[in-house]
C-alpha cells in the first residue's frame, strides 16, 4: 500500500509481477496486491508493428513479422477507432465519439465507443490478465492514449523519421546519406494513409499530408538517383510518384 509500490512493480518487471499476482490469490495481501496490479499496467511479452500508410496492418514481433489476423480488426469501427488514435495519440472520449459516430445520439454513440475501445485494447494486448489495465491504450476518466513505444511501433512515425533525417542529411551530411533516408521512406509507403478506412473528415487532411510527402521523397530520390546514372531505379520510382499523383510535374 506504499507509495512507492508502483514504481517497484514497474521496475521490477515480468517476475516482481507474477510475485503480486501470487499474493493478489487468497493472501492477507491480496487487496492491496490487485490494487497494484490494477494500478501498473504490464509491458507486453511481444512487441507490435502497426502499418498505416497502406491498408492497415498489425504485425507481432517487428514490421516483417507474424501477421495479426483476428476477426476484431476485420472490424470497420475497430479500424477507424485505430486510424484516428494513430492521428490522436492523446484525446478524449467525446472527440472520439464525434469522429467517428458524428450522426448519433450521444449516449448511443459513447456506448458503441466503450464497446470498440474493449475490442482495440483486446487486440493491441491480448497477454493482459483479467483485472489489470492495458498497456498500449491507456484510459483514465474521460481521456484516452495510444501508448506508441518500444512495445508498439507505427510506420507512420518511421516514415517521419526518416523524412526528417533525410532533411538534416540535405542540411549537413551530403546528398547519399539523404537518398538513404529518402529510399527508406519510400518503401515504408505502400499506399494511402489507412486506405481500407472509410473516407472521414479527420482523415483527409492525414491522407493528403503523407501523400504529398511521400511524392516529395520519392522525386527527390528519384534526382538523387539520376545523378548517380542509376537510371532504372530512377524511373521505378518516378512511376511510383505518379501512381499517387499523376499531376506531378516534377515526377514526369
Do not use: K
Amino acid at each position: 500500500g506504499r507509495s512507492e509500490g508502483s514504481a517497484l512493480l514497474d521496475a521490477l518487471g515480468p517476475p516482481g509481477r507474477r510475485v503480486v499476482r501470487g499474493l493478489a490469490d487468497g493472501t492477507p495481501r491480496a487487496r492491496e496486491a490487485r490494487a497494484l496490479l490494477s494500478a501498473v499496467p504490464a509491458p507486453p511479452p511481444r512487441p507490435t508493428y502497426v502499418a498505416a500508410l497502406g491498408t492497415l496492418v498489425l504485425r507481432r514481433d517487428g514490421w516483417d513479422g507474424e501477421v495479426v489476423d483476428h476477426a476484431d480488426l476485420r472490424r470497420p469501427r475497430v479500424r477507424a477507432l485505430l486510424a484516428f488514435l494513430l492521428q490522436h495519440r492523446q484525446t478524449t472520449r467525446a472527440v472520439i465519439a464525434a469522429g467517428l459516430w458524428p450522426e448519433m445520439e450521444e449516449r448511443a454513440a459513447a456506448n458503441n465507443l466503450a464497446v470498440t475501445i474493449n475490442r482495440l485494447s483486446r487486440l493491441l494486448d491480448p497477454w493482459r490478465a483479467g483485472g489489470e489495465p492495458p498497456y498500449q491504450l491507456r484510459l483514465d476518466g474521460s481521456s484516452v492514449r495510444l501508448v506508441s513505444d518500444e512495445h508498439l511501433r507505427v510506420d507512420v512515425d518511421d516514415f517521419d523519421a526518416h523524412r526528417a533525417a533525410a532533411t538534416r542529411a540535405e542540411q549537413e551530411a551530403g546528398p547519399s546519406a539523404a537518398l538513404d533516408h529518402h529510399r527508406a521512406a519510400v518503401a515504408i509507403y505502400r499506399g494511402d494513409l489507412c486506405a481500407d478506412v472509410a473516407d472521414a473528415e479527420w482523415l483527409t487532411l492525414p491522407r493528403e499530408h503523407y501523400r504529398t510527402r511521400f511524392v516529395h521523397s520519392a522525386v527527390r530520390a528519384a534526382q538523387l538517383l539520376l545523378a548517380q546514372d542509376d537510371v532504372e531505379e530512377a524511373a521505378a520510382v518516378g512511376h511510383r510518384a505518379l501512381d499517387a499523383d499523376p499531376w506531378s510535374e516534377d515526377a514526369y
